[in-house]
């Protein structure tokens, strides 16, 4: 009984891949995003044994944490998880059959960084005895990256109700245009539960993005524990609406293991009202309750202290120390503060500059460089540490500015890559160019790369996931894509990022569609392809 079985599916087999190739899954175009730097591509298909194996042969890389073989089967539970899998794939030939999946990591190290190597190569061959699926990797971070662009070839067949990998043989090298790729979350406005942010960290792995911008604290609450000063998270909305040191520790690992480096951010002397709940020291007076107190040598004691204890969890070489949007004019207006700003010979606006310089060299003292929102460059940017990297977001041509002075720079102008701002347009996330008149080598060289901003005034769990997606995902592509293989249509991508779309949803990820605003639900009943 078992012979004629197996001539059958090796028989429907060969005339499937004839027939899939010309009528089936869409293999005349790649529905890989963001697009790698290099693909050859053919039109045949192989079945994904269902037993798929991982090799590490010739790996320098031990895996001792687990980091690859963690990846490797989550890299197997996305792609079966969109059906059940009834197909029986050890009864085909194994000339058919993708057997596993061999990579090997050339650096022994899982050390994660700014910088670090995250190029691959991913090669799937038609032709031998037992096939497997080939990666190369400086680091095993590149090694993510490489399964995650394997799982975007593997396709659920209806027919066989199995999974099969499609345009093969596959050859792709890759490496990302930018090393800085990220993704703002605002956990001050609207508190978000550790199983969200995992979640979107998850979905970050999908495209590609590779800093998670934690904007914990703000002038709403401070749900944040710090050790040094326990106080400091009376500042949070409920007991519940908390995160332990334990909760942070849990986030930069679980971070860490999927690629992605986690960039604090404590937005100072601004927005910090409800630093003064635990501390109301630290409010210049209960009707001055930001900026922080300038006066106070308390205020920077207590930064200090944050920073100290945040150099137990973050491990990123960066830290954020905001400088947004400061008001001086209570300063002034605060008769203690006032004497110590005639005392020392300074204006508000002098206050503000010695606040954050002084910020600057406590964060450097904990080996930290420095992140700063664009007002402080605006401000008095020949005063900031040569260390700092200076963030745009208030409009274009900063960027410019930044780097012909010497500075490195982030770009997230609000106009176009600000998920909060629902009227930004898919379209307007994809063309955002981070180096728009910056023509020298020297000069583009600083600027690090780019991230999409999501404030929290109207996001909480009920909203977070279609706010993000699809629109940054469009961002992630001119983030990670060669300049030159962008398209300068962004209609032209369109049916690519909807099929990426799709993917995301059957992943479990709630991506709005592409059409309408941000979060738009869909116009009418229809495919999700067509939406």
């Not at 073989?69 to 000339?95: L, Q």
């Not at 909305?237 to 971070?255: P, Q």
């Not at 404030?455 to 009920?462: L, Q, V």
Request: hydrophobic share 40%; proline share 5%.
């Amino acid at each position: 009984m078992g012979r004629p079985r197996l001539r059958t599916i090796v028989l429907w087999f060969s005339v499937y891949i004839l027939v899939e190739s010309a009528f089936g899954v869409d293999i005349q175009h790649l529905n890989i995003w963001p697009m790698p730097k290099s693909v050859s591509y053919g039109y045949k298909s192989l079945f994904l044994s269902n037993d798929l194996e991982l090799k590490t042969e010739g790996s320098k890389f031990s895996d001792g944490s687990s980091i690859l073989k963690d990846a490797f089967f989550r890299t197997i539970d996305v792609v079966r998880a969109t059906h059940v899998i009834e197909a029986n794939t050890s009864k085909i030939d194994p000339s058919f059959l993708l057997k596993g999946i061999h990579v090997v990591v050339y650096s022994p190290s899982d050390e994660l960084q700014h910088g670090v190597d995250e190029s691959y190569k991913l090669h799937i061959p038609t032709q031998g005895n037992r096939l497997y699926a080939q990666i190369e990797a400086q680091t095993v971070y590149g090694a993510l990256h490489a399964l995650q662009t394997f799982s975007q070839v593997c396709y659920f067949n209806i027919s066989s109700r199995g999974i099969m990998v499609h345009q093969l043989p596959l050859t792709i090298s890759d490496q990302p245009r930018f090393s800085y790729r990220g993704l703002l979350i605002d956990t001050s406005r609207h508190y978000q539960t550790l199983p969200v942010i995992k979640k979107v960290i998850d979905s970050m792995t999908y495209a590609k993005l590779n800093v998670l911008h934690w904007h914990i604290v703000d002038s709403q609450s401070f749900p944040l524990e710090i050790p040094s000063y326990p106080k400091l998270w009376d500042g949070a909305y409920s007991s519940s609406e908390r995160y332990t040191f334990a909760d942070a520790i849990e986030i930069v690992s679980y971070a860490k293991k999927r690629g992605i480096n986690v960039l604090a951010e404590i937005d100072v002397p601004g927005h910090a009202l409800s630093w003064g709940v635990g501390y109301p020291s630290l409010w210049p007076s209960t009707d001055c309750r930001e900026p922080l107190d300038v006066s106070n040598e308390f205020t920077f004691k207590l930064i200090d202290g944050i920073l100290s204890d945040f150099s137990k969890i973050f491990k990123y070489k960066f830290i954020h120390l905001g400088g947004d949007e400061v008001d001086t004019s209570c300063w002034q207006l605060t008769p203690h503060v006032r004497k110590w700003l005639q005392k020392n010979g300074m204006n508000g606006s002098e206050a503000y500059q010695y606040f954050v310089l002084r910020a600057q060299k406590i964060a450097l003292s904990h080996g930290y460089e420095i992140i700063n929102w664009e007002e402080t460059f605006n401000n008095f940017g020949s005063k900031l540490s040569r260390k700092t990297v200076v963030h745009n977001w208030l409009g274009s041509g900063v960027a410019q500015k930044v780097v012909k002075d010497g500075l490195r720079c982030i770009v997230s102008n609000q106009d176009k890559w600000y998920l909060d701002h629902l009227d930004a347009l898919w379209q307007g996330f994809y063309t955002n160019e981070p180096l728009t008149n910056i023509t020298d080598p020297k000069e583009q060289a600083l600027v690090l790369g780019g991230e999409v901003c999501m404030w929290a005034e109207h996001i909480d769990a009920s909203d977070i996931e279609q706010t993000i997606w699809p629109r940054a995902a469009a961002a992630a592509e001119r983030l990670w894509t060669p300049y030159d293989k962008i398209a300068k249509d962004p209609e032209e991508v369109r049916d690519r990022l909807t099929y990426f779309r799709c993917l995301l949803n059957q992943r479990g990820v709630a991506a709005a569609p592409l059409d309408g605003f941000g979060r738009a639900a869909p116009e009418e009943p229809g495919s999700c392809y067509m939406q």
